[in-house]
């Protein structure tokens, strides 16, 4: 089998791959039953796991995921020696 050009190396694709999961955890954080006019007012959607946790979590899963393009590969080292 021949080996490919990807832009990506193999490290590249492990740091985007864990990004994109802290990404996903972020998400299922911020999750949760809302307020209905049946139900009343329901005060869990203030939740500072909701309101606070979850969005830092996001951020770092994004921040993460530039990292993870932009990480210089060996390949892109070697050349620029």
Known sequence: MSQ??????KTNLIIIG???AIIIIGF???TGAGTTVESGFNSDIF??????VAP???LIGF??????I????KKQKKEEK
């Open 28 to 30: 299922l954080l911020m």
């Open 18 to 20: 864990v990004a994109v």
């Open 56 to 58: 830092v979590i996001c």
């Open 4 to 9: 490919k050009n990807f832009a990506l190396s």
């Open 47 to 52: 939740s500072a796991r909701r309101i606070k």
């Open 63 to 68: 921040v993460l995921m530039i990292v993870g």
């Open 70 to 73: 932009l990480y210089p590969s």
